[in-house]
């Protein structure tokens, strides 16, 4: 019988294998529609049984419950599931059709990391490593700035960190393939000498640990790197350098394309080394940092050139 739950398995399986998104989407789509179905008792057993309203119900929940950027995202998860429910003729019409839905997102804008924090933050790295006294200290620290620099330099996001092959990584001509969001690939180029040739030391120090594994961030026991790791340890070097600020590994993101916008890099190669679908998405970063504004104002506001 087509029961929801039983839909709903056939759907993931169909995300998995035809659409190729990621475990972590996977979980969070499994998330999702099993709350939306727990939402209504057992004589909603059905896809035809829910109806428009009840749809509408289960929306004012999520309003009511759960952040706006939250919110909404649970409910794309339902309305792809719908349109998945209506493409397969398990439901004649689908009632998103007839439902308006809007959620209205503060905007936030994305979080950054100052220049110099980051300067003093990889300072400390390279510090630590030349004063480690163990050749498994070195490898490790070694592992850590390896990280921390492919962050900054590329924009990658963290998941596109760990899951990167060594088949992927190109020292030779400083490239690196990315795939990124729905298996979507883009190719970024390494720009920083310095960069090139530590990530060239690291490949050479865990040539082992890569072959066997087959992943370019790996452990000193061949297993990937995990973003829990990766996490772990930008904070354990903040606090060695006694940094307040919270830094997350998706700051780095924000760091390299709000710097590049600031130095008036075009946006829609920003978009392209970000590997944003669309350019809506990287928009975000046109909101004009404080420390621009303060730069733009003070050379160029026509007050600066009263006589008076």
């Known amino acids: 019988m087509n029961t929801l739950f039983a839909i709903t398995e056939n759907y993931l399986d169909y995300c998995k294998t035809q659409k190729r998104l990621d475990p972590k989407t ?8 099993c709350q939306f179905i727990s939402f209504f008792d057992n004589s909603y057993i059905y896809a035809t049984s829910i109806s428009i309203s009840d749809i509408e119900k289960y929306i004012s ?44 997102e503060p905007v936030i804008l994305p979080k950054t990391i100052p220049l ?10 390279y510090n630590e490593f030349s004063l ?38 190109e020292l030779h001509d400083a490239t690196i393939r990315i795939f990124g969001k729905g298996s979507k690939e883009r190719i970024i180029q390494l720009g920083n000498k310095d960069v090139i040739m530590l990530l060239e030391k690291y490949e050479n120090e865990y040539k082992t640990e890569i072959s066997k594994s087959g992943y370019f961030f790996v452990n000193s ?24 600020l919270h830094i997350t590994p998706h700051m780095f993101r924000h760091t390299f394309a709000t710097s590049l916008l600031e130095a008036d890099v075009d946006i829609r190669y920003i978009q392209e080394m970000l590997g944003h679908s669309s350019i809506t998405v990287t928009e975000i970063y046109t909101h004009v940092a404080l420390s621009k504004q303060r730069d733009i104002l003070t050379a160029k506001h026509p007050r600066q050139n009263f006589k008076i």
Do not use: W
């Open 26 to 33: 996977l979980k969070a789509y499994r998330t999702d529609l």
């Open 61 to 104: 929940y999520l309003h009511q419950n759960f952040k706006p950027k939250t919110a909404k995202r649970k409910l794309a998860s339902i309305k792809s599931f719908y349109h998945f429910l209506e493409y397969k003729d398990f439901i004649e019409q689908n009632p998103f059709n007839k439902i308006k839905t809007k959620f209205r």
């Open 116 to 125: 110099y924090i980051i300067e003093t933050l990889l300072a400390t790295m």
């Open 132 to 169: 480690a006294h163990t050749p498994y200290r070195k490898k490790r620290i070694l592992l850590d700035i390896a990280i921390c620099e492919t962050l900054f330099s590329t924009g990658m996001r963290i998941s596109e960190l760990c899951n990167l092959k060594s088949t992927d990584v």
């Open 221 to 244: 026991n061949a297993t990937p790197i995990s973003d829990q790791a990766i996490r772990r340890m930008i904070k354990k070097y903040c606090s060695l350098a006694t940094i307040d």
